[in-house]
């Protein structure tokens, strides 16, 4: 019995309990077209915009800058934990500005970009805010204390992007600068960087969504020479080099930052599994845009001149020629709110978001 003592006070020296038991305020957002919520549409230097029927005809039944028919994976989650939708940060900025509201929400802040990616010259030319520009807003929120530094300790923080810098390096037209394998390297780079930043500005719950196959949007038939048979396998290889860099990262951050937490969400098998049994999901075609037109419907953007729209927006994988539909992202949110370790790890958003202990060995 002495022995057995013994060796439970050796264990119980070594271990410390990190526990995270606050129910989560707020959400903090990064990254592109997956995750904006119109701050797009306060840029008004920005052509990529979806601030124009039918975009978000099946939720909000309005246009919202939401590049769906409705919800995303943000607002799906924010509706789990029971807190209210994030505003972009560019419109609560102008409230702020003009004395329309006197303080930033305490519900979070969404700085996701459409069209931006990890790359700082990736859609500059489209007006875009970068990753980075997305991190300097924050970064400047925090050090004119316009948010709560205790707010920002007990967020969650989303990051996704990604897709529109591998998208396009398969549109050069000339022999792109960087190989498949160094431009990879180069964007995990710039991710590795804001983790970095995202910690050093008091964010200890991180999550990282991978990206899904890329390769398999409908926007793919506007590439030279990729296939609308079946997906771009080439880009498909890069997409997921990149996703197994992010894991990586994630991987790294509890020894890198002690006290801080990332999960690590598998989009990509996610939406591998509603296209290998679609009906199963809800799904009757998980290869056409719902809204569009041409080739997929990947042509042209829905709400263009000449667009063709769906009778069912949710019974399709994609809304539009780059874009989940609403159906998609509930299922996604879903998957990663409450999902197993095949799906997000080490932990699931719901855990993530109320009580979590971490045992971290010295």
Same mark, same amino acid.
């Given at each position: 019995m002495e022995r057995l003592a013994l060796t439970f006070f050796f264990f119980s020296s070594l271990l410390i309990s990190v526990?995270?038991?606050?129910?989560?305020?707020?959400?903090?957002t990064f990254g592109d077209s997956i995750f904006d919520a119109g701050n797009n549409h306060f840029n008004k230097n920005c052509t990529a915009q979806a601030?124009?029927?039918?975009?978000?005809?099946?939720?909000?039944?309005?246009?919202?800058?939401?590049?769906?028919?409705?919800?995303? !994976?943000?607002?799906? &989650?924010?509706?789990? &934990?029971?807190?209210?939708?994030?505003?972009?940060?560019?419109?609560?900025? &102008?409230? +702020? &500005?003009?004395g329309s509201r006197k303080d930033y929400p305490a519900n979070g802040i969404n700085f996701a970009s459409a069209g931006s990616g990890v790359l700082m010259e990736t859609n500059k030319d489209w007006g875009v805010i970068p990753i980075q520009d997305q991190l300097q807003q924050f970064q400047a929120? +925090?050090? %004119?204390?316009?948010?709560?530094?205790?707010? +920002?300790? %007990?967020?969650?923080?989303?990051?996704?992007?990604g897709s529109?810098?591998?998208?396009?390096?398969?549109l050069q037209f000339d022999t792109p600068a960087l190989a498949p394998d160094a431009y990879v390297q180069a964007m995990l780079a710039e991710v590795?960087? @804001?983790?970095?930043?995202?910690h050093s500005l008091g964010a200890r719950r991180i999550a990282v969504f991978s990206l899904g196959p890329v390769g398999c949007v409908p926007a793919r038939a506007l590439l030279?020479?990729?296939? +609308?048979?079946?997906?771009?396998g080439k880009m498909n290889v890069m997409v997921k080099n990149y996703n197994k860099g992010l894991e990586s990262l994630v991987q790294n951050v509890p020894t890198k930052y002690p006290g801080a937490v990332a999960v690590f969400g598998g989009v990509y098998d996610l939406v591998q599994r509603f296209r290998a049994n679609p009906t199963r999901y809800g799904f009757s075609d998980v290869s056409s845009a719902c809204c569009g037109d041409g080739t997929l419907r990947g042509l042209v953007q829905c709400g263009k001149e000449g667009y063709k729209i769906c009778e069912n927006p949710n019974a399709f994988l994609f809304w539009d020629y780059f874009h989940p539909s609403e159906h998609a992202y509930k @299922?996604?949110?879903?998957? @990663?709110?409450?999902?197993?370790?095949? !799906?997000?790890?080490? !932990?699931?958003?719901?855990?993530?978001?109320?009580?979590?202990?971490?045992?971290?060995?010295h």
């Open positions: 526990s995270f038991s606050l129910h989560v305020p707020a959400i903090i601030d124009f029927p039918p975009y978000g005809s099946s939720f909000f039944h309005h246009p919202t800058g939401r590049f769906t028919n409705g919800r995303t !994976v943000a607002d799906f &989650i924010s509706q789990f &934990i029971g807190i209210e939708l994030q505003k972009p940060y560019l419109e609560a900025r &102008i409230a +702020v &500005i003009n929120l +925090v050090k %004119q204390s316009q948010i709560d530094k205790n707010l +920002v300790q %007990q967020s969650l923080f989303f990051f996704e992007s529109n810098d591998i998208f396009n390096h398969f590795a960087k @804001l983790i970095d930043q995202l030279p020479g990729a296939p +609308v048979d079946r997906c771009y @299922l996604i949110s879903k998957a @990663l709110w409450h999902g197993k370790d095949s !799906v997000i790890r080490p !932990v699931n958003l719901k855990t993530l978001s109320n009580n979590i202990s971490l045992i971290t060995i």
